[in-house]
């Protein structure tokens, strides 16, 4: 169980039994831990002994006092899939995709829902509320019924179908707004104040974080795993790739992540190794991209925002230099990519790997190859690409046109069919 919350900015300690939003200075919480004490039971060999393969197998750094008071739909234990080298992945010698879309839910953002929905209905929230563009409000739809709370989701009216849907099914009010995501967030803030829900907003509140960081934790098991099949298992050592590429619109999972590696290394788990970390945006809305290329410690609102890929159009974060500082302590990189390199990229994904990857999965390959053309990634690195999501929550943005149709009666049916 947590020790505090701080206040990302300042340091400031916040009470950990109440519920809680931003800090005083409008900045995100973050929940600390007592890492010293369980050193010598929340051990690698400790995990691995564990029957539960989901996110809460790591229940010692998650807001729990035990994993059965989590509500969960079996989140997290996403596989780590190595890439074959074929086409234009050939080059790539240790290419890896963490493929988020095996959550419940269809993405990353189960792992959010249920530490952040767990903590909120423990300190008695009965309903949430939060923007959303896309997977966010699905999965906050699911938890929330798991948890038998309300939940209330104000999406752009351009929201992918799947998603809308998904929402409305899962027993959510869902109201649609013609604005962006921050248009939504506006009235998140005055509905919560009127009708007394809790704000789930990204990074307003801790605990959403939290749930994202087990990406970081899984990863370092996945990879050793990948990378020594034949050790055995209680002598494998755990490792970090050499670069993360990742998709970033609010960057809950970047931040998150980052704090992985940090309490890992507190723990004794890992070194003071890190991954090179990849930030990649789209082109039409690249807020963090824009701050780290002029040397800013903030991004401002960015304007006009614009893409398909609907997780990546986040004109402003609050999270903006939590992720400026990943990238500059990583040694990492901010990237753009095209809407037609990141659709480009989940054709390549879906057509060479099997893997039908959302258009922010697309555009985390996209980048890859981009900075490789550029030789600021060399193939021979171990690379980790995140998908996070399912690309049949995208369908409406491949139209599959006119299908041959056979007539399973003309025995000359098959006649013209080119193998």
Same mark, same amino acid.
């Given at each position: 169980m947590h020790q505090s919350l701080i206040c990302s900015r300042t340091g400031q300690e916040f009470p950990i039994d109440r519920l809680q939003n931003l800090s005083f200075v409008g900045k995100p919480l973050l929940a600390q831990y007592g890492l010293d004490a369980i050193r010598n039971t929340f051990t690698p060999s400790a995990v691995r002994a564990r029957s539960d393969r989901s996110m809460w197998r790591f229940w010692e750094v998650l807001p729990v006092s035990s994993p059965d008071q989590a509500i969960s739909l079996g989140e997290g234990g996403t596989p780590l899939l190595r890439c074959h080298r074929r086409g234009t992945f050939q080059p790539f010698e240790q290419l890896f995709i963490k493929d988020e879309s095996l959550n419940p839910t269809g993405s990353f953002k189960a792992r959010g829902m249920s530490a952040a929905i767990t903590r909120a209905v423990a300190l008695g929230a009965q309903a949430v509320a939060l923007p959303s563009a896309g997977n966010a409000a699905g999965a906050a739809a699911s938890y929330a019924a798991r948890a038998g709370i309300g939940c209330y989701l104000f999406m752009p009216e351009d929201t992918p179908p799947a998603n809308i849907v998904e929402s409305v099914v899962g027993g959510a009010h869902v109201f649609l707004v013609n604005g962006l995501i921050s248009d939504c967030g506006k009235l998140v803030r005055q509905g919560c104040?009127?009708?007394?829900?809790?704000? =789930?907003?990204?990074?307003?509140?801790?605990?959403?974080?939290? *749930?994202?960081?087990?990406? +970081?934790?899984?990863? !370092? $098991? /996945?990879?050793?795993?990948?990378?020594?099949?034949?050790?055995?298992?209680?002598?494998?050592?755990?490792? =970090?790739?050499?670069?993360?590429?990742?998709?970033?619109?609010? *960057?809950?999972?970047?931040? +998150?992540?980052?704090? !992985? $590696? /940090?309490?890992?290394?507190?723990?004794?788990?890992?070194?003071?190794?890190?991954?090179?970390?990849?930030?990649?945006?789209?082109?039409?809305?690249?807020?963090?991209?824009?701050?780290?290329?002029?040397?800013?410690?903030?991004?401002?609102?960015?304007?006009?925002?614009?893409?398909v890929a609907a997780g990546l159009r986040v004109p402003a974060a609050v999270g903006d230099f939590l992720m400026l500082?990943?990238?500059?302590?990583?040694?990492?990189?901010?990237?753009?990519?095209?809407?037609?390199?990141?659709?480009?990229?989940?054709?390549?994904?879906?057509?060479?790997?099997?893997?039908?990857?959302?258009?922010?999965?697309?555009?985390?390959?996209?980048?890859?190859?981009?900075?490789?053309?550029?030789?600021?990634?060399?193939?021979?690195?171990?690379?980790?690409?995140?998908?996070?999501?399912?690309?049949?929550?995208?369908?409406?943005?491949?139209?599959?046109?006119?299908?041959?149709?056979?007539?399973?009666?003309?025995?000359?049916?098959?006649?013209?069919?080119?193998d």
């Open positions: 104040e009127r009708f007394g829900w809790f704000d =789930l907003s990204t990074l307003k509140e801790p605990f959403r974080l939290e *749930g994202k960081k087990t990406m +970081g934790y899984e990863l !370092a $098991f /996945d990879l050793v795993d990948a990378l020594e099949p034949h050790r055995p298992v209680q002598e494998r050592k755990l490792q =970090l790739p050499d670069v993360i590429f990742y998709p970033t619109g609010g *960057g809950t999972g970047l931040i +998150g992540m980052w704090k !992985a $590696f /940090d309490e890992m290394e507190q723990l004794g788990w890992i070194g003071s190794e890190r991954p090179h970390m990849v930030v990649v945006q789209a082109e039409g809305c690249a807020p963090i991209v824009r701050a780290y290329r002029a040397g800013a410690d903030s991004a401002e609102l960015f304007p006009n925002a614009q893409t500082d990943v990238l500059r302590a990583s040694n990492g990189i901010a990237v753009t990519v095209s809407d037609v390199d990141l659709l480009q990229g989940v054709d390549e994904l879906a057509t060479q790997q099997g893997v039908y990857a959302c258009p922010e999965g697309g555009a985390v390959w996209a980048a890859c190859r981009q900075l490789a053309t550029q030789g600021w990634l060399s193939p021979h690195e171990r690379i980790v690409l995140f998908n996070t999501g399912s690309g049949l929550k995208y369908n409406h943005l491949f139209p599959v046109g006119d299908l041959p149709r056979l007539d399973h009666q003309d025995p000359r049916c098959l006649d013209n069919i080119i």
